[in-house]
């Protein structure tokens, strides 16, 4: 949908998906392709410069990814980073060697008067992750930093535009970088930064409506997450006439969750908002159920059938929506390939092709943190927005063990106490995802004179940017302590509260 910008070649390097979102921020479109990719591929997003990014491997390895061989021909501007520095020496003449001294971790940057380093001091902090080296520049390359440990830190080529560096300009660790990346994209690639949320949204409304032509029309599953709501937001300011969301209430949902939903999209927004009462289906089929795997499987299968039913009723159907991220498609089409753990809720399993409609993914180019802006730019209240992810599953993989209608009503309410008083106390926005966990359990206890066995309740809160890896949120004890008691006074049948703090890895997020 969107051309031009920066091409990001991945070789398997865990940073590569933080130069996107630098380069995005920054306020350029950018792509990340893998790294083995042919050439065509790279020419389809019509790029005004390329980086090549980082790897675990060596480029002299037998099995190492390799750019194709037009980059290193092209007139367009190169930037190497880490293991990109290393294939631009070792493909044009240069020496990359392993067996040297290692660097792990910060080290204090030496730069020499160059093009790439123009405007930058010397003496400052870069991140270093390498055991391999440059130890001798390509001819019509020069030195241009160096470390204690590291003679040739940095080389360019400024007649041909390609410059390399040995250290991680991306992360936050190396003080300069963001300066020497906003130099490389608009002093020496000259490109512009007209990257925003409302240049994509005019762009992603015109995909749209070319996609559905004159008569098409368009379905969604409605969850009332950020990803589904923005996506209709974003369908209804396209093809207002010509959207349909629908709304599977699952009965697994938040507290106040259906409310809100039918609030936001039926009466704020005015859409056609279908509404389909599904709680006594699903809790029947769930009925005994402990495995979580089971408990998924037989959720996605009664979801669409209901929403297929939904969906025959409206005529002329054409599309069918998805909030699928750039993430999701980094994930698929990286040079690691696609994930091998990817839980059975997370696909649809076969819902466009038994439905016999395309597919329409307006997201697919958005960090999540993007969505959230496109959100606000399309009238989505912040508090809308700013939710933190909750499982297609919902409530099912929170309650541990089979689901009763008693216990979803307590988790309900549980969680309902626990993420109020998180935005009571401002801690909301600190945190990525927070929730409550109903074990299978009960606990002796004392309440008044009285002797108590009730159930435990495990809270989770965990920090993190895009949920690949997590750390628990360090609440403070007297938040504890508040929330705590908050939650066993004002819910019957709680007596106990633990606080998880397992990080990710090696748990997950959630606990099922």
Same mark, same amino acid.
């Given at each position: 949908?969107?051309?031009?910008?920066?091409?990001?070649?991945?070789?398997?390097?865990?940073?590569?998906?933080?130069?996107?979102?630098?380069?995005?921020?920054?306020?350029?479109?950018?792509?990340?392709?893998?790294?083995?990719?042919?050439?065509?591929?790279?020419?389809?997003?019509?790029?005004?410069?390329?980086?090549?990014?980082?790897?675990?491997?060596?480029?002299?390895?037998?099995?190492?990814?390799?750019?194709?061989?037009?980059?290193?021909?092209?007139?367009?501007?190169?930037?190497?980073?880490?293991?990109?520095?290393?294939?631009?020496?070792?493909?044009?003449?240069?020496?990359?060697?392993?067996?040297?001294?290692?660097?792990?971790?910060?080290?204090?940057?030496?730069?020499?008067?160059?093009?790439?380093?123009?405007?930058?001091?010397?003496?400052?902090?870069?991140?270093?992750?390498?055991?391999?080296?440059?130890?001798?520049?390509?001819?019509?390359?020069?030195?241009?930093?160096?470390?204690?440990?590291?003679?040739?830190?940095?080389?360019?080529?400024?007649?041909?535009?390609?410059?390399?560096?040995?250290?991680?300009?991306?992360?936050?660790?190396?003080?300069?970088?963001?300066?020497?990346?906003?130099?490389?994209?608009?002093?020496?690639?000259?490109?512009?930064?007209?990257?925003?949320?409302?240049?994509?949204?005019?762009?992603?409304?015109?995909?749209?409506?070319?996609?559905?032509?004159?008569?098409?029309?368009?379905?969604?599953?409605?969850?009332?997450?950020?990803?589904?709501?923005?996506?209709?937001?974003?369908?209804?300011?396209?093809?207002?006439?010509?959207?349909?969301?629908?709304?599977?209430?699952?009965?697994?949902?938040?507290?106040?969750?259906?409310?809100?939903?039918?609030?936001?999209?039926?009466?704020?927004?005015?859409?056609?908002?279908?509404?389909?009462?599904?709680?006594?289906?699903?809790?029947?089929?769930?009925?005994?159920? #402990?495995?979580? /795997?089971?408990? !998924?499987?037989?959720?996605?299968?009664?979801?669409? $059938? *209901?929403?297929? =039913?939904?969906?025959? +009723?409206?005529?002329?159907?054409?599309?069918?929506?998805?909030?699928?991220?750039?993430?999701?498609?980094?994930?698929?089409?990286?040079?690691?390939?696609?994930?091998?753990?990817?839980?059975?809720?997370?696909?649809?399993?076969?819902?466009?092709?038994?439905?016999?409609? #395309?597919?329409? /993914?307006?997201? !697919?180019?958005?960090?999540?943190?993007?969505?959230? $802006? *496109?959100?606000? =730019?399309?009238?989505? +209240?912040?508090?809308?927005?700013?939710?933190?992810?909750?499982?297609?599953?919902?409530?099912?993989?929170?309650?541990?063990?089979?689901?009763?209608?008693?216990?979803?009503?307590?988790?309900?309410?549980?969680?309902?106490?626990?993420?109020?008083?998180?935005?009571?106390?401002?801690?909301?926005?600190?945190?990525?995802?927070?929730?409550?966990?109903?074990?299978?359990?009960?606990?002796?206890?004392?309440?008044?004179?009285?002797?108590?066995?009730?159930?435990?309740?495990?809270?989770?809160?965990?920090?993190?940017?895009?949920?690949?890896?997590?750390?628990?949120?360090?609440?403070?004890?007297?938040?504890?302590?508040?929330?705590?008691?908050?939650?066993?006074?004002?819910?019957?049948?709680?007596?106990?509260?633990?606080?998880?703090?397992?990080?990710?890895?090696?748990?997950?997020?959630?606990?099922?």
């Amino acid at each position: 949908m969107i051309k031009g910008g920066v091409a990001i070649l991945d070789f398997g390097s865990q940073y590569t998906q933080l130069i996107a979102r630098r380069i995005r921020e920054l306020g350029v479109y950018c792509e990340l392709l893998p790294g083995n990719c042919s050439w065509p591929e790279v020419e389809r997003i019509a790029p005004g410069a390329i980086i090549l990014a980082g790897s675990p491997y060596s480029v002299y390895g037998d099995n190492s990814p390799m750019p194709p061989e037009e980059v290193f021909s092209t007139s367009l501007p190169v930037l190497g980073i880490c293991y990109g520095m290393q294939l631009i020496a070792y493909h044009t003449g240069g020496k990359v060697e392993g067996g040297h001294h290692r660097e792990y971790g910060p080290a204090l940057l030496k730069t020499e008067e160059s093009h790439l380093f123009k405007g930058i001091e010397s003496d400052q902090q870069a991140w270093m992750s390498h055991g391999d080296r440059v130890t001798e520049v390509p001819s019509g390359y020069t030195v241009v930093a160096s470390t204690d440990l590291l003679p040739i830190a940095a080389m360019e080529n400024t007649e041909l535009r390609r410059y390399g560096v040995q250290f991680h300009p991306e992360v936050n660790h190396t003080v300069f970088g963001s300066d020497l990346l906003e130099h490389f994209l608009f002093d020496i690639a000259c490109l512009k930064a007209n990257w925003d949320m409302k240049y994509f949204s005019a762009q992603a409304k015109q995909f749209i409506r070319e996609e559905l032509g004159e008569t098409g029309k368009v379905i969604l599953g409605l969850s009332g997450g950020v990803d589904s709501s923005v996506v209709a937001a974003l369908l209804h300011s396209a093809v207002p006439d010509r959207f349909v969301p629908i709304f599977v209430d699952n009965g697994l949902l938040r507290e106040g969750e259906r409310e809100e939903v039918e609030r936001t999209f039926r009466e704020h927004f005015a859409m056609d908002l279908i509404t389909v009462e599904g709680e006594d289906r699903f809790l029947s089929e769930l009925a005994g159920v #402990s495995d979580p /795997e089971k408990k !998924r499987k037989i959720i996605g299968r009664v979801f669409i $059938e *209901l929403f297929e =039913e939904a969906a025959n +009723s409206i005529p002329g159907v054409t599309h069918l929506a998805q909030g699928t991220l750039y993430p999701d498609v980094i994930e698929s089409v990286s040079f690691k390939g696609p994930s091998a753990t990817i839980k059975s809720h997370h696909n649809v399993g076969g819902l466009p092709d038994r439905m016999n409609l #395309s597919l329409l /993914e307006p997201l !697919r180019e958005l960090f999540k943190d993007e969505v959230r $802006e *496109l959100g606000r =730019e399309l009238g989505l +209240s912040n508090r809308m927005v700013s939710r933190h992810p909750f499982p297609g599953p919902g409530l099912a993989v929170r309650i541990l063990g089979p689901i009763t209608r008693e216990d979803r009503d307590l988790l309900q309410k549980v969680d309902r106490v626990f993420i109020d008083y998180l935005r009571e106390e401002n801690l909301y926005d600190e945190i990525w995802q927070a929730f409550s966990v109903l074990l299978p359990i009960r606990t002796v206890g004392v309440m008044g004179d009285e002797r108590t066995y009730d159930r435990v309740v495990a809270l989770r809160a965990v920090t993190s940017t895009d949920g690949m890896t997590a750390d628990w949120y360090r609440m403070a004890p007297r938040h504890m302590a508040a929330v705590s008691s908050r939650i066993v006074n004002r819910v019957n049948g709680v007596s106990r509260i633990v606080y998880d703090i397992s990080s990710k890895p090696p748990g997950t997020i959630e606990w099922e």
